[in-house]
């Protein structure tokens, strides 16, 4: 027994033998659980007198319900070498994998390094003052005295020989910390509730060394409040985060970063002292005026107590109740002020001064100048001042905008750069075309009133009724039903435009015409293979109109000549079309836009020199046909309806081989010709191209040529090459392509050093959350929208949220020349574009548009335009009824508002979903109905009536 007592007191698990005897009795022994859930622990121990007792432990099994998750956790496959244990086993299985251990300081191995003494219990205990290994703990160490040493904070020179104990980096000898500067932080705000500091540093890194980055956490959710700070080393490093980051769209948001408010140093102001001290000053200015105030209007003096003694032991009134003082006066008699001697003054000069007059740009006054009213144009909304860089700069004249008059009836249906007469007629030559294109008027003698309305104008018919009828009223111009009645075009009815959807060359109607061009082609596949369609020459715009219903986008387009309004007739009927044609100048569409193109006797001759288009000679060398191949998709298709395909006169059999010759040049291929349509499938790819004989015209274009720069660029007589890399063919099927991030969204030029795929997610998350709302709140499914456009695209996020969204409407998408070039990316993801410069009209009717929605637009176009002429413009294209979104900067809206209210709409400025303290607006606008128009007998859109007088000396 005492032999056993002995093993026992310094028993260790290591030393027992497996077949040692007494291992029985220290092995505990388990009963249960029973069916009541008993459990009972059986326990065989020695006591200090050697002697061996039993310790029975009962307790009971208690079962508890597990969350749904942890359930589910349960039922997961097991995997590793868990997968090898019994099913219902829930065992934590130690990971095989080795695990690398940092080595330790050289004191700790030299103190660890002897021979381990096994204490009770089996743990190794390593003093943390004496560093011995041993049977005694740190607080019984006999050196304690050194511990009190060890918690004192080292010097700079202490810590940098110290070995033993942690040093901060700052304090450690020869460090070269970067210490943090205010002046190089950034504040970060739309942040989402799950970014952390650490998002934030993988987020701000590259742009530069970052010094510490913060997220304001809420104290009881632990979630991110939405806002955070950068500190960078460089300043140059912070601005260009903040040139690039600013707008990016993170974690479905889009960040806003700007500088951050340098925190004042120090805590004086947070200080009890300060602010008492604050008080007592204010206080003490307060009753200083107070006092003066008081004595300056005689009030009584503040005398409460008596100087005799008094009767009362209580209190006593004063002797100067009832009596007033001027304290000034007391005081100045009390100790006069000696008067100061006033000198004379001098005599005067004869000075001959102008009262009233103005000074002229030598510095002299003149009494020559004019009384009138505010002319807009004249001086517009900016001035402009030389910096000291030499650049121009803008700076906002706040004037107040008048009232805004109505131009004179004949005006009804003016479009300022296509009716421009005075320039038309000052043109050296009209034979290619000239006067269909783009005339601009001069600046300041641009529109300055609001286009009237038709008499009788009335609400345009919704669609899909449009589609078959519109109001006579709204466009009362009856040349095309004189020429084209009986061809199936169009009818009036009483007060009503009909269309019984017919062409020249489709009488029967457009969809057995779209039926049997599906027939003759399979993979052309409308809706599906082919989403963008070109349609020339539109007349009505019927074969538009009904491709609409084969989930087709179609844009039509004319010249404005004598088959007058025809573009006017399809935006009536709710279908996309732009006034345009083929002249000297390119269209203002990208490249590899359009899946087909659509020519049904669209009045163009495509090969020969001497046939006239719209009676107007045009086309050089198949030069317009060039035009039509930069425009058309790699493997895209162009549809021919005319009478050389189908008829068999002289004249017209040789333009069909004119036809074919120019077509082969191009590497087009016939795939069918039925009836009287012909279609031609254009390449893939170079290699037709590469494979011509030399000489064979006309030639490849230059690498260096863009095809995608249109605006007032002349046609070049040269094949567009096709991108090598497949950029412009190589699709995803609608509706797929309107999600999917086009590859040629790579090659668009701009300054930025985060991937584009997530800036074109961002702003389609961006725009589609906004859009919903405006759906839910504002009803945009129930107000009518049909004709839309967005007069700042950017990627099309706003016309691919309307199209998933599934309002019933169609958006032309606007890219300013002001910005980067988008429109190939809006055309592959099956979107409608056009490349314009807001400081100019547009090349559209008016009435038009039933929304223009414009999100940054003007904080950026009013460097370089006349705000007031963006929205006369606006007001042109917009129907009477129809709405205005404008969403942009603070500093802009007012303005914007004052002109609206100028131009009689009626305008509502509301706040952004950031909330108020956000530096973003948004302006609703509606135009109202004016079928008022002021009668002027020498009213010109250019020039204003002034009163004008001689000025007068006084």
Same mark, same amino acid.
């Given at each position: 027994?005492?032999?056993?007592?002995?093993?026992?007191?310094?028993?260790?698990?290591?030393?027992?033998?497996?077949?040692?005897?007494?291992?029985?009795?220290?092995?505990?022994?388990?009963?249960?659980?029973?069916?009541?859930?008993?459990?009972?622990?059986?326990?065989?121990?020695?006591?200090?007198?050697?002697?061996?007792?039993?310790?029975?432990?009962?307790?009971?099994?208690?079962?508890?319900? /597990?969350?749904?998750?942890?359930?589910?956790?349960?039922?997961?496959?097991?995997?590793?070498?868990?997968?090898?244990?019994?099913?219902?086993?829930?065992?934590?299985?130690?990971?095989?994998?080795?695990?690398?251990?940092?080595?330790?300081?050289?004191?700790?191995?030299?103190?660890?390094?002897?021979?381990?003494?096994?204490?009770?219990?089996?743990?190794?205990?390593?003093?943390?003052?004496?560093?011995?290994?041993?049977?005694?703990?740190?607080?019984?160490?006999?050196?304690?005295?050194?511990?009190?040493?060890?918690?004192?904070?080292?010097?700079?020179?202490?810590?940098?020989?110290?070995?033993?104990?942690?040093?901060?980096?700052?304090?450690?000898?020869?460090?070269?910390?970067?210490?943090?500067?205010?002046?190089?932080?950034?504040?970060?705000?739309?942040?989402?509730?799950?970014?952390?500091?650490?998002?934030?540093?993988?987020?701000?890194?590259?742009?530069?060394?970052?010094?510490?980055?913060?997220?304001?956490?809420?104290?009881?959710?632990?979630?991110?409040?939405?806002?955070?700070?950068?500190?960078?080393?460089?300043?140059?490093?912070?601005?260009?985060?903040?040139?690039?980051?600013?707008?990016?769209?993170?974690?479905?948001?889009?960040?806003?970063?700007?500088?951050?408010?340098?925190?004042?140093?120090?805590?004086?102001?947070?200080?009890?002292?300060?602010?008492?001290?604050?008080?007592?000053?204010?206080?003490?200015?307060?009753?200083?005026?107070?006092?003066?105030?008081?004595?300056?209007?005689?009030?009584?003096?503040?005398?409460?107590?008596?100087?005799?003694?008094?009767?009362?032991?209580?209190?006593?009134?004063?002797?100067?109740?009832?009596?007033?003082?001027?304290?000034?006066?007391?005081?100045?008699?009390?100790?006069?002020?000696?008067?100061?001697?006033?000198?004379?003054?001098?005599?005067?000069?004869?000075?001959?001064?102008?009262?009233?007059?103005?000074?002229?740009?030598?510095?002299?006054?003149?009494?020559?100048?004019?009384?009138?009213?505010?002319?807009?144009?004249?001086?517009?909304?900016?001035?402009?001042?030389?910096?000291?860089?030499?650049?121009?700069?803008?700076?906002?004249?706040?004037?107040?905008?008048?009232?805004?008059?109505?131009?004179?009836?004949?005006?009804?249906?003016?479009?300022?750069?296509?009716?421009?007469?005075?320039?038309?007629?000052? /043109?050296?030559?009209?034979?290619?075309?000239?006067?269909?294109?783009?005339?601009?008027?001069?600046?300041?003698?641009?529109?300055?009133?609001?286009?009237?309305?038709?008499?009788?104008?009335?609400?345009?018919?919704?669609?899909?009724?449009?589609?078959?009828?519109?109001?006579?009223?709204?466009?009362?111009?009856?040349?095309?039903?004189?020429?084209?009645?009986?061809?199936?075009?169009?009818?009036?009815?009483?007060?009503?435009?009909?269309?019984?959807?017919?062409?020249?060359?489709?009488?029967?109607?457009?969809?057995?015409?779209?039926?049997?061009?599906?027939?003759?082609?399979?993979?052309?596949?409308?809706?599906?293979?082919?989403?963008?369609?070109?349609?020339?020459?539109?007349?009505?715009?019927?074969?538009?109109?009904?491709?609409?219903?084969?989930?087709?986008?179609?844009?039509?387009?004319?010249?404005?000549?004598?088959?007058?309004?025809?573009?006017?007739?399809?935006?009536?009927?709710?279908?996309?079309?732009?006034?345009?044609?083929?002249?000297?100048?390119?269209?203002?569409?990208?490249?590899?836009?359009?899946?087909?193109?659509?020519?049904?006797?669209?009045?163009?001759?495509?090969?020969?020199?001497?046939?006239?288009?719209?009676?107007?000679?045009?086309?050089?060398?198949?030069?317009?046909?060039?035009?039509?191949?930069?425009?058309?998709?790699?493997?895209?298709?162009?549809?021919?309806?005319?009478?050389?395909?189908?008829?068999?006169?002289?004249?017209?059999?040789?333009?069909?081989?004119?036809?074919?010759?120019?077509?082969?040049?191009?590497?087009?291929?016939?795939?069918?010709?039925?009836?009287?349509?012909?279609?031609?499938?254009?390449?893939?790819?170079?290699?037709?191209?590469?494979?011509?004989?030399?000489?064979?015209?006309?030639?490849?274009?230059?690498?260096?040529?863009?095809?995608?720069?249109?605006?007032?660029?002349?046609?070049?007589?040269?094949?567009?090459?096709?991108?090598?890399?497949?950029?412009?063919?190589?699709?995803?099927?609608?509706?797929?392509?309107?999600?999917?991030?086009?590859?040629?969204?790579?090659?668009?030029?701009?300054?930025?050093?985060?991937?584009?795929?997530?800036?074109?997610?961002?702003?389609?998350?961006?725009?589609?959350?906004?859009?919903?709302?405006?759906?839910?709140?504002?009803?945009?499914?129930?107000?009518?929208?049909?004709?839309?456009?967005?007069?700042?695209?950017?990627?099309?996020?706003?016309?691919?949220?309307?199209?998933?969204?599934?309002?019933?409407?169609?958006?032309?998408?606007?890219?300013?020349?002001?910005?980067?070039?988008?429109?190939?990316?809006?055309?592959?993801?099956?979107?409608?574009?056009?490349?314009?410069?807001?400081?100019?009209?547009?090349?559209?009717?008016?009435?038009?548009?039933?929304?223009?929605?414009?999100?940054?637009?003007?904080?950026?176009?009013?460097?370089?335009?006349?705000?007031?002429?963006?929205?006369?413009?606006?007001?042109?294209?917009?129907?009477?009824?129809?709405?205005?979104?404008?969403?942009?900067?603070?500093?802009?809206?007012?303005?914007?508002?004052?002109?609206?209210?100028?131009?009689?709409?009626?305008?509502?400025?509301?706040?952004?979903?950031?909330?108020?303290?956000?530096?973003?607006?948004?302006?609703?606008?509606?135009?109202?109905?004016?079928?008022?128009?002021?009668?002027?007998?020498?009213?010109?859109?250019?020039?204003?009536?002034?009163?004008?007088?001689?000025?007068?000396?006084?």
């Amino acid at each position: 027994m005492a032999s056993m007592m002995q093993r026992t007191s310094n028993f260790q698990w290591g030393d027992i033998e497996e077949d040692d005897d007494d291992l029985d009795i220290l092995l505990p022994q388990v009963i249960g659980p029973d069916e009541n859930g008993v459990k009972k622990v059986i326990e065989y121990r020695l006591n200090d007198e050697g002697r061996r007792i039993k310790v029975t432990t009962t307790t009971r099994v208690q079962k508890r319900l /597990l969350s749904q998750r942890a359930a589910e956790r349960r039922s997961w496959p097991k995997f590793g070498d868990a997968a090898r244990e019994e099913p219902g086993l829930y065992l934590t299985v130690r990971s095989t994998e080795d695990i690398h251990l940092e080595r330790g300081s050289q004191a700790e191995e030299a103190t660890t390094s002897g021979d381990s003494m096994p204490q009770a219990g089996g743990v190794l205990m390593v003093c943390r003052v004496c560093r011995m290994r041993g049977d005694h703990w740190t607080a019984r160490c006999p050196q304690r005295d050194l511990l009190s040493l060890m918690e004192t904070p080292l010097t700079t020179t202490e810590a940098s020989t110290s070995t033993e104990v942690y040093v901060p980096p700052s304090m450690r000898a020869g460090a070269d910390m970067r210490r943090r500067n205010d002046e190089n932080s950034v504040r970060v705000t739309n942040l989402s509730e799950d970014t952390r500091e650490q998002d934030l540093m993988e987020l701000f890194h590259p742009f530069g060394a970052v010094t510490r980055a913060y997220v304001a956490v809420d104290k009881n959710t632990n979630m991110s409040r939405g806002f955070g700070f950068v500190n960078f080393v460089s300043r140059e490093d912070a601005e260009r985060d903040i040139n690039t980051l600013n707008g990016y769209g993170y974690d479905n948001l889009i960040l806003r970063v700007e500088w951050a408010t340098p925190r004042p140093r120090g805590n004086l102001l947070r200080s009890s002292s300060f602010f008492k001290i604050s008080i007592f000053v204010l206080i003490s200015v307060a009753c200083f005026f107070l006092g003066k105030h008081w004595s300056d209007d005689g009030f009584r003096r503040l005398v409460f107590f008596s100087s005799e003694p008094s009767r009362s032991p209580i209190v006593a009134l004063s002797p100067d109740l009832g009596k007033t003082y001027n304290i000034s006066d007391l005081i100045h008699k009390s100790h006069p002020i000696p008067p100061v001697p006033l000198t004379p003054p001098p005599p005067p000069s004869t000075v001959d001064l102008h009262v009233f007059g103005i000074v002229d740009e030598n510095g002299t006054m003149s009494d020559e100048f004019q009384v009138g009213d505010y002319d807009a144009e004249s001086l517009g909304n900016q001035t402009e001042s030389e910096s000291g860089d030499g650049e121009a700069e803008l700076t906002t004249v706040r004037a107040s905008v008048g009232r805004i008059e109505i131009c004179p009836e004949v005006m009804t249906d003016y479009i300022p750069c296509l009716d421009n007469e005075e320039a038309i007629k000052r /043109l050296d030559s009209t034979v290619r075309g000239e006067r269909f294109e783009r005339h601009c008027p001069e600046e300041g003698t641009g529109l300055n009133c609001t286009v009237p309305v038709p008499n009788g104008y009335r609400p345009p018919i919704p669609w899909p009724k449009s589609r078959e009828e519109v109001w006579f009223n709204n466009v009362p111009h009856t040349r095309l039903v004189e020429d084209k009645g009986g061809q199936n075009w169009i009818s009036k009815e009483n007060d009503k435009f009909k269309f019984p959807g017919g062409g020249t060359q489709f009488i029967h109607g457009a969809d057995q015409y779209l039926d049997q061009i599906s027939q003759m082609v399979s993979d052309i596949s409308f809706g599906n293979h082919t989403r963008v369609v070109l349609d020339i020459g539109c007349g009505v715009a019927s074969f538009g109109a009904y491709l609409m219903s084969r989930d087709v986008l179609t844009l039509s387009i004319a010249p404005k000549d004598v088959h007058e309004n025809q573009i006017q007739f399809a935006l009536e009927r709710g279908v996309p079309a732009m006034v345009a044609a083929f002249t000297t100048r390119r269209l203002l569409y990208p490249s590899q836009a359009f899946d087909l193109v659509h020519c049904s006797r669209c009045r163009i001759n495509w090969t020969r020199d001497d046939f006239m288009y719209c009676h107007v000679m045009l086309n050089e060398d198949g030069i317009l046909l060039l035009e039509v191949n930069r425009m058309l998709r790699a493997g895209g298709y162009f549809v021919w309806a005319a009478q050389p395909v189908y008829k068999h006169e002289k004249a017209l059999e040789e333009q069909w081989e004119e036809m074919l010759n120019v077509t082969t040049r191009l590497c087009w291929v016939l795939v069918k010709k039925e009836g009287y349509i012909a279609i031609w499938q254009k390449p893939t790819n170079n290699t037709c191209y590469l494979s011509r004989d030399a000489g064979i015209m006309p030639p490849l274009c230059n690498p260096e040529d863009d095809p995608d720069s249109v605006w007032y660029v002349d046609l070049k007589a040269c094949i567009t090459r096709i991108e090598d890399n497949g950029y412009g063919a190589n699709l995803a099927p609608w509706p797929s392509r309107l999600q999917t991030p086009p590859d040629r969204l790579q090659t668009i030029q701009i300054d930025s050093y985060i991937a584009r795929k997530e800036l074109f997610m961002a702003e389609y998350k961006y725009w589609k959350e906004i859009i919903s709302n405006y759906v839910n709140a504002l009803h945009w499914k129930q107000i009518g929208l049909r004709n839309v456009m967005d007069m700042r695209a950017g990627f099309g996020g706003f016309a691919a949220a309307l199209a998933e969204l599934k309002v019933d409407c169609w958006v032309l998408n606007v890219v300013p020349v002001s910005g980067p070039n988008t429109l190939p990316v809006i055309y592959d993801r099956g979107l409608l574009g056009v490349m314009h410069d807001w400081c100019e009209p547009f090349d559209t009717y008016p009435r038009t548009y039933d929304l223009l929605h414009a999100a940054g637009l003007f904080s950026i176009e009013r460097k370089r335009c006349n705000m007031t002429t963006i929205m006369l413009e606006m007001d042109r294209i917009l129907r009477p009824g129809g709405r205005v979104y404008i969403r942009d900067t603070i500093n802009v809206m007012s303005e914007l508002q004052e002109i609206g209210n100028a131009m009689r709409w009626h305008t509502t400025l509301r706040e952004t979903a950031e909330g108020p303290h956000a530096s973003y607006r948004v302006l609703l606008c509606e135009k109202k109905f004016e079928n008022k128009v002021e009668s002027s007998v020498d009213k010109h859109p250019a020039k204003k009536k002034r009163r004008k007088s001689k000025g007068k000396r006084h």
